[in-house]
């Protein structure tokens, strides 16, 4: 079998000439590494994640020395997505394009979102877009209504049920999707015409943000009174690919932070006078993944009320905004206008950091020239391992001076982003076990190990005792084939219970690094049980074409307790390169305890190091000097979190000490 080169520099190479790309197609905003080095379905993106996975690796000395600029740029977009206690997940290049069109029927791709609409019945379908099969359909604007009083009599009027027409207009900026009703009333046996009403949904291929108005041209012909314009979400937790929503939260003008938790069937009316910012978001998720709509109302003084009904127990399922135009009308044109945003990620009870922060970037959201996804990064983990690598490696002996100018700025970052990570997740998941997400978890054991070693401060091994016993609670131990105790690391504790390989490596990683600063040799076990539950499977795998392949995986009793099990593999060599690189740290860890679990498990061990290389092996393409370790063997290329991740698990030197 082929020698894999231990030199972290022919990888290195790879990133900074192939994958370091221009952030905006006409240069002007700089450098930073994309997901892939040619664009996926027409899309070119830039993962904050995953620039700090690159950032960890280009951080070791070795490449840092060769590679500063690289390092900089890497370092400045990652900063460049931080504020406050957010770290925003990415940002791409425009693109707005129609893909289906059927009279008032349409779909559009956007660069982070797909739309749909449906115009006659007066809906437009807003979701997220991904590469990996977790679309979904995260908001229908529909569902509103009209009310008024005439003569001294309440009305309400449907709107969806009057529409007489629709209109779809678009360019390369933007997508503007419109329909219209007639409104007309029975009152004291005439039919009256209440006026015009035109919904308009404009869609900018540079914003994530959807513009939504209600525009009322009013009957001269009456007067009318107290009129309610609505812009409603409806169909919320229609539940296809995880979508459902439980909570409100508003910020409403001497009222501070309104929350209102779906329950029991029936609906609610939560007062929001001057309300400037309010969501709908999922609960019982991880903070990384929960989703959200986030509504920025043009005019908050008009605002009134938001409408919820729950139609399953803590489920919404309609969601409306009311839009008061008190007083007498005749004949004018009364608007009610909103900016929205979907989010897959955040720290969504922080509801005035949320609001500042939303309501700011719905002001310059143009100015950024591109879409920027404003959910939160999966991986705070990653960032802090990223910052923290980049202080540690910064101090290493004959660095650029461009390393010592970062040293300090990286130390500033660490400790604010600990802070927020402490606060909004390891805080939270003592009362709320979905809050945290394992792999981020075990990244920032790891970032405490760096900057223990690099300061000595016992304020950061303090830390790290306390982020280890949370890690510990996702262990799970199960009885083996054999008898013997074996665990897996779940990737949470209430959703996605499963020891996914990346999260199960990862942890055995932050624990093998950790015990030596910590000395606690009670480590050993849960290195010990995990690693028992790797095991060889023949799996067919149907990721290109289906064929036969052997591959190391975590065995794991399926989470539905029916007694089968569920192979986790490592197909994928992102998580083949996270169990290599724990492997790794095994075999050079000089500690007693970690010695003795070596021992036990060094055969086997062996041969799903061998698999392994292997397996990357069939993955590498050269040329030019360069490696590249495609996402698998049968893939056509590499990405922005492979690359890197194989390579440290690969490199003589990765600092996982």
């Known amino acids: 079998m082929r020698l894999l080169p231990s030199d972290p520099l022919p990888y290195a190479e790879f990133i900074v000439k192939r994958l370091m790309q221009p952030l905006s197609p006409d240069g002007r905003m700089g450098l930073a590494v994309t997901e892939t080095e040619f664009p996926i379905l027409g899309d070119r993106w830039f993962w904050a994640d995953d620039n700090a996975k690159i950032l960890e690796f280009l951080a070791l000395p070795a490449v840092w020395r060769q590679h500063p600029e690289a390092v900089a740029q890497a370092f400045g977009f990652l900063t460049s997505l931080c504020e406050g206690p957010f770290i925003f997940r990415r940002t791409g290049h425009a693109r707005l394009e129609q893909t289906q069109r059927d009279g008032g029927r349409a779909r559009f791709t956007h660069t982070f979102l797909h739309v749909e609409c449906d115009l006659?019945?007066?809906?437009?379908?807003?979701?997220?877009?991904?590469?990996?099969?977790?679309?979904?359909?995260?908001?229908?604007?529909?569902?509103?209504?009209?009310?008024?009083?005439?003569?001294?009599?309440?009305?309400?009027?449907?709107?969806?049920?009057?529409?007489?027409?629709?209109?779809?207009?678009?360019?390369?900026?933007?997508?503007?999707?419109?329909h219209r009703s007639e409104l007309t009333f029975l009152h004291q046996g005439r039919r009256l015409r209440l006026g015009r009403l035109t919904y308009t949904y404009r869609i900018e291929a540079a914003s994530m943000m959807v513009d939504a108005e209600a525009a009322l041209e009013l009957d001269p012909g009456i007067a009318v009174s107290d009129v309610v314009l609505t812009i409603g979400q409806d169909g919320m937790s229609h539940g296809e690919n995880n979508v459902h929503y439980g909570t409100v939260f508003a910020d409403v003008?001497?009222?501070?932070?309104?929350?209102?938790?779906?329950?029991?069937?029936?609906?609610?009316?939560?007062?929001?006078?001057?309300?400037?910012?309010?969501?709908?978001?999922?609960?019982?998720?991880?903070?990384?993944?929960?989703?959200?709509?986030?509504?920025?109302?043009?005019?908050?003084?008009?605002?009134?009320?938001?409408?919820?009904?729950?139609?399953?127990?803590?489920?919404?399922?309609?969601?409306?905004?009311?839009?008061?135009?008190?007083?007498?009308w005749r004949g004018e044109r009364l608007v009610a206008a909103e900016r929205k945003l979907i989010t897959g990620g955040g720290f969504y009870d922080r509801v005035a950091d949320c609001s500042l922060m939303f309501r700011t970037r719905a002001m310059a959201e143009a100015s950024y020239g591109q879409p920027l996804d404003l959910s939160i990064s999966y991986d705070y983990g990653a960032e802090m391992a990223a910052f923290a690598r980049c202080f540690r490696g910064a101090g290493a002996p004959d660095m650029p001076r461009a390393a010592q100018l970062l040293r300090d700025q990286s130390r500033a970052l660490y400790d604010h982003f600990h802070a927020v990570y402490a606060e909004n997740l390891l805080s939270a998941h003592r009362t709320d076990t979905s809050a945290i997400f394992s792999r981020p978890l075990a990244f920032v054991v790891m970032s405490l190990v760096d900057m223990w070693r690099a300061t000595g401060e016992e304020r950061y091994r303090t830390a790290l005792r306390e982020t280890v016993s949370i890690l510990l609670e996702f262990e799970k131990p199960f009885q083996g084939i054999t008898g013997q105790p074996e665990s897996g690391f779940v990737m949470g504790l209430r959703t996605a219970a499963a020891p996914f390989v990346d999260c199960h490596a990862a942890a055995i990683l932050a624990l093998i690094r950790a015990l030596p600063v910590l000395g606690d040799t009670g480590l050993a076990a849960s290195v010990d049980r995990a690693l028992r539950s790797f095991q060889v499977l023949t799996m067919d795998i149907e990721a290109v074409r289906p064929q036969k392949s052997d591959l190391v995986i975590v065995d794991f009793p399926h989470p539905d307790g029916s007694g089968a099990r569920l192979p986790c593999h490592t197909f994928w060599n992102f998580c083949a390169g996270l169990s290599h690189r724990a492997f790794k740290a095994l075999r050079a860890s000089p500690h007693p305890a970690l010695q003795g679990?070596?021992?036990?498990?060094?055969?086997?061990?062996?041969?799903?190091?061998?698999?392994?290389?292997?397996?990357?092996?069939?993955?590498?393409?050269e040329a030019d000097g360069l490696l590249e370790i495609r996402t698998c063997a049968m893939a056509a290329e590499s990405n922005s979190e492979t690359q890197p991740w194989v390579a440290l698990s690969l490199v003589a030197d990765s600092g996982d000490d």
Request: with cysteine; aromatic share 8%.
């Open 120 to 178: 006659p019945a007066g809906s437009v379908t807003i979701g997220t877009r991904f590469h990996d099969g977790r679309d979904a359909r995260n908001v229908i604007l529909t569902g509103n209504y009209v009310h008024f009083v005439h003569d001294g009599s309440f009305f309400s009027l449907d709107v969806e049920d009057a529409i007489d027409g629709w209109d779809i207009e678009q360019n390369e900026r933007e997508a503007r999707l419109s």
């Open 597 to 621: 679990v070596l021992a036990e498990h060094d055969f086997r061990l062996s041969t799903f190091e061998t698999l392994i290389r292997h397996q990357f092996v069939k993955s590498i393409r």
């Open 253 to 328: 003008p001497g009222r501070g932070p309104v929350r209102m938790d779906a329950a029991a069937p029936g609906h609610t009316s939560i007062g929001a006078p001057g309300c400037g910012y309010w969501s709908v978001v999922q609960r019982d998720e991880m903070r990384g993944f929960a989703l959200a709509a986030h509504t920025m109302p043009r005019a908050p003084g008009r605002m009134a009320s938001i409408e919820a009904m729950v139609a399953s127990p803590n489920r919404l399922h309609w969601v409306v905004s009311q839009h008061r135009f008190p007083g007498q």
